[in-house]
Each structure stands twice: as C-alpha cells, then as structure tokens.
C-alpha cells in the first residue's frame, strides 16, 4: 500500500519525469534542426493546391523517379456499378471508368506508362495538352496502336495549367462509348494562383443499356438511356459537399454524343476555364446553366453562400431519367383506369399508368412492378419530403455552415431553418406556420 503522500510526491515524479524528457526532446530536436545542412522536408502536395475530389473516383499515384512524376495507366474491361441494382460491362483505366485522375503540377515532367490488357489495340490521346506531336496518341499517324500486352510509354513536360482529358484514339468510337476516359488536371505553378477551397470534377457520358442486359451498345448514335456523372446515375452519385461561404470549383467534361446544360440551384457561377485555357475575369459570365458541348470542358467557380441541399442536373429532363422507352403511345388524358380489371383476367398484374402523368412510375416500382434483371427504375431517390423522381446525371451541392475544411462526407438532409420551407395552405391553417421566428431566416 502506498501512502497518500508517496502517491503525492510519486505522482510529482512521475509529472516532472515528463516534463524533463519533453523538454529534453525539444532540445534535441532544435539541435537537429540546427546541425542540419539538409533543406527543410518539402511540403506535401496538398499545401501546393486543394486536392481535387473525383465523385465515385480519385486520384492516380505517382512515383517521383529522377526527377520524372511517373503514372501507370493499365488499359482493360471494367465492370462499373452504375447505381446499385445495376453493374454495367465497361472498359476502363486501373480498375475504373473513367480512369483515375491525373494530377500534376505545371512545369512537371511526367512519364506516363501504358498497358494495354484490352482484347484490341488503343492508344491514349491527351485532350488539350500542349506536347510534342509523337506524344499525341493518335494511333497510326502520331506512333503505332498499343497492341493487347504490349507497354508504352509517353513523357512531355506540362508547360501551361488547367482542366484537360486522356481517351483513346484508336477505335475511338466503340472505346469511348464503353467508358474509356478520364481527367487529366495540371495545377498551376504558384499555390496562390486561382486557390479554391473546394475542387471538384467529374465526366459527363451517355451509354445504350437494352433492359434485361449488362453490355452497352457502341453502335447506338444518338437513343441512348442511360445519362451519368462520372459513370453513375443518381441516386449512385456522390454529393458535392461545401462549408458555407467557400470558394467551389467544378470541372465537368463531356465524352459523350451529346450536349449537355448542366444547371445548378441556388447560386450564379462563373466560367473560368474551358480545355482551352483560362478565361479572363472580364470575359466571365454570370450563368446559372452551362452547356457542355460534345468534347469540351467548362469549368464554373461560385461562393457557396446560401446553406442548403441544392441540385445540379443536366437540363435536358429526359437525361435525369434511368432507362425508359421513348416510343410509348401517349397515355396523358386516355381513361383507361378502369379497365385495368378486365384487362387483368388476361393480364394478370396489369396496371395501367400515365393516364394523369407519369409520376406513379415510382408508386408502382415500390408496389412491385417487375423490372428486367439489371435494370434500374426509371425514377429513384427518396428525399425528406418524398420521392425525389430523378434518375441519371442528377446529384446535390450541399452546403452546411459546420463542415470542417476538407470534410467531403455526405452531411445527410440540410434542416431547413424553422419558417424557411414552402407550407400547405389549407383551410385550418392558412397562414403561414411558425410566424414568430419564420421571417428571421437564416443568419448568414
Ligand atoms: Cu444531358
């Protein structure tokens, strides 16, 4: 047993041990430091730029090798879970479609090392990159196809900064239609230059997915019936997620057959860089839909001061729609609801839809309508207020005052402010709820 004044006075040992060997550790590494002749340990890359968030993706390793960053890009079939309840046979890069994004710095030089598994020969084409012809990657006219296991090896210096794309060019039609591309970001020089505090990219693509199959199909031109983000539909696609009042950048390119006016909620945003470089401040417009033509990239920056869950889609509406015929008869006005009993006797399970719209497509997923195998609804995703009705290239900003810097995690449903949300009027309250703190708002 020990007393309560040896517990006292170890217990002051035992402090004061501490506070020699702490102090003792200082001292030895300020002496360190100071008999040191070695530069200081260079910061990490993320103090050079904001790290850049690919949704449902990320971010190639690099190996520094005498002075090269060195990339490995492995060429082969994928399979690409666009939402669950759907896996799609794709070709892509290390595993993905799109393939990682790659992340330099301007004045690199990299090295990028490409292996083929394909079944057949590819190439890779630097979308946007300034470089010598030979490492353009047009197979047969810049150097000869990547054949299946064979490794090639393209290595430039990054003379300018901004938002680019790799994709094959060789049997480009069918590769790209099956998944093959990806990002390709060169920060600028100077980690003052353009800082955002949240960068965000992803690919727009559009794929042909008969239902009841798990193959796209190359040849389709122009009646596709499946719309993603980064080879998801919503409600597969991750959230942008800022805290209120931060700088947000989001760089969108297109790898598909059509035009895309992809539209945000809640703010106006800029137009800073296309593929083609940066646009001057003068020159900015103030949008809030952006079309992204076939093969390009519109990069659009904004302050994300309104707290909230805001949508980003693209406008066209049948492209935030999952698989759905468009040559079905129009049912819109045609009464036909009652004939559903008869026509079930012949039928059975028959349900007749679309006679006052079609918003009871989602109704009748959850009552059980059978879908072909791999096929997901029409119509998805569930909000606090009900069914969110959307499918395709459709996910959310969300900007919430409490986020630490950096935190991407999905923060859940915004809780609107009491007095903040649209109400029912109806004949026992119509006035609006909650009228002592509802003009108050949100304190911004
Ligand atoms: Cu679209």
Same mark, same amino acid.
């Given at each position: 047993?020990?007393?309560?004044?040896?517990?006292?006075?170890?217990?002051?040992?035992?402090?004061?041990? $501490?506070?020699?060997?702490?102090?003792?550790?200082?001292? !030895?590494?300020?002496?360190?430091?100071?008999?040191?002749?070695?530069?200081?340990?260079?910061?990490?890359?993320?103090?050079?730029?904001?790290?850049?968030?690919?949704? !449902?993706? $990320?971010?190639?390793?690099?190996?520094?090798?005498?002075? =090269?960053?060195?990339?490995?890009?492995?060429?082969?079939?994928?399979?690409?879970?666009?939402?669950?309840?759907?896996?799609?046979?794709?070709?892509?890069?290390?595993?993905?479609?799109?393939?990682?994004?790659?992340?330099?710095?301007?004045?690199?030089?990299?090295?990028?090392?490409?292996? !083929?598994?394909?079944?057949?020969?590819?190439?890779?084409?630097?979308?946007?990159?300034?470089?010598?012809?030979?490492?353009?990657?047009?197979?047969?006219?810049?150097?000869?196809?990547?054949?299946?296991?064979?490794?090639?090896?393209?290595?430039f210096t990054l003379r300018q900064h901004g938002t680019f794309m790799y994709h094959p060019h060789a049997d480009e039609m069918l590769q790209v239609a099956v998944g093959m591309m990806g990002m390709f970001i060169v920060h600028p020089k100077s980690p003052q230059t353009r800082r955002v505090d949240r960068d965000y990219?992803?690919?727009?693509?559009?794929?042909?997915?008969?239902?009841?199959?798990?193959?796209?199909?190359?040849?389709?031109?122009?009646? #596709?019936?499946?719309?993603?983000?980064?080879?998801?539909? #919503?409600?597969?696609?991750?959230?942008?997620?800022?805290?209120?009042?931060?700088?947000?950048?989001?760089?969108?390119?297109?790898?598909?057959?059509?035009?895309? @006016?992809?539209?945000?909620?809640?703010?106006?945003?800029?137009?800073?860089?296309?593929?083609?470089?940066?646009?001057?401040?003068?020159?900015?417009?103030?949008?809030?839909?952006?079309?992204? @033509?076939?093969?390009?990239?519109?990069?659009?920056?904004?302050?994300?001061?309104?707290?909230?869950?805001?949508?980003?889609?693209?406008?066209?509406?049948?492209?935030?729609?999952?698989?759905?015929?468009?040559?079905?008869?129009?049912?819109?006005? =045609?009464?036909?609801?009652?004939?559903?009993?008869?026509?079930?006797?012949?039928?059975? $399970?028959?349900m007749s839809m679309g006679e006052s719209g079609m918003a009871d497509m989602t109704d009748m997923v959850e009552m059980g309508m059978p879908l072909p195998a791999n096929t997901l609804p029409m119509m998805m995703g569930e909000g606090p207020f009900g069914p969110l009705e959307m499918g395709g290239m459709f996910t959310?900003?969300?900007?919430?005052?409490?986020?630490?810097?950096?935190?991407?995690?999905? @923060?859940?449903?915004?809780?609107?402010?009491?007095?903040?949300?649209?109400?029912?009027?109806?004949?026992?309250?119509?006035?609006?709820?909650?009228?002592?703190?509802?003009?108050?708002?949100?304190?911004?």
């Amino acid at each position: 047993m020990m007393t309560r004044r040896e517990i006292l006075t170890g217990g002051a040992a035992l402090l004061a041990g $501490g506070a020699v060997s702490a102090t003792l550790r200082t001292a !030895n590494a300020a002496e360190k430091a100071a008999a040191s002749t070695k530069p200081p340990i260079p910061a990490p890359p993320e103090a050079h730029y904001t790290p850049l968030v690919t949704l !449902n993706g $990320g971010t190639l390793p690099w190996k520094m090798e005498n002075g =090269v960053k060195v990339f490995h890009l492995t060429a082969e079939p994928v399979k690409r879970e666009f939402a669950p309840g759907m896996v799609v046979n794709c070709w892509g890069y290390n595993g993905s479609t799109p393939g990682p994004t790659i992340e330099a710095v301007e004045g690199d030089r990299v090295r990028l090392v490409v292996t !083929n598994w394909l079944p057949e020969h590819t190439t890779i084409h630097w979308h946007g990159i300034f470089l010598p012809s030979g490492m353009d990657g047009v197979g047969g006219l810049t150097q000869p196809h990547i054949k299946p296991g064979e490794t090639y090896v393209y290595e430039f210096t990054l003379r300018q900064h901004g938002t680019f794309m790799y994709h094959p060019h060789a049997d480009e039609m069918l590769q790209v239609a099956v998944g093959m591309m990806g990002m390709f970001i060169v920060h600028p020089k100077s980690p003052q230059t353009r800082r955002v505090d949240r960068d965000y990219c992803f690919m727009l693509h559009a794929w042909d997915v008969d239902p009841g199959t798990f193959t796209p199909r190359p040849a389709t031109m122009t009646e #596709f019936n499946m719309w993603t983000f980064n080879s998801r539909v #919503f409600p597969g696609i991750d959230p942008m997620v800022a805290r209120t009042g931060e700088r947000v950048r989001i760089r969108i390119a297109n790898m598909s057959m059509h035009d895309h @006016p992809i539209h945000l909620h809640g703010f106006n945003f800029r137009i800073t860089e296309t593929d083609g470089g940066q646009v001057p401040e003068t020159a900015q417009l103030p949008e809030v839909t952006v079309n992204i @033509p076939v093969g390009a990239i519109r990069v659009l920056e904004f302050i994300a001061d309104e707290p909230g869950d805001w949508s980003i889609h693209c406008h066209k509406s049948h492209h935030t729609m999952n698989a759905m015929g468009h040559t079905v008869p129009n049912m819109l006005g =045609v009464q036909h609801s009652d004939l559903d009993e008869k026509i079930q006797k012949l039928l059975p $399970g028959y349900m007749s839809m679309g006679e006052s719209g079609m918003a009871d497509m989602t109704d009748m997923v959850e009552m059980g309508m059978p879908l072909p195998a791999n096929t997901l609804p029409m119509m998805m995703g569930e909000g606090p207020f009900g069914p969110l009705e959307m499918g395709g290239m459709f996910t959310l900003v969300k900007v919430r005052d409490d986020l630490a810097p950096g935190d991407h995690r999905d @923060p859940g449903w915004y809780q609107n402010p009491p007095g903040t949300v649209a109400w029912k009027m109806d004949d026992a309250a119509s006035e609006k709820p909650d009228e002592s703190g509802g003009h108050e708002g949100h304190s911004r």
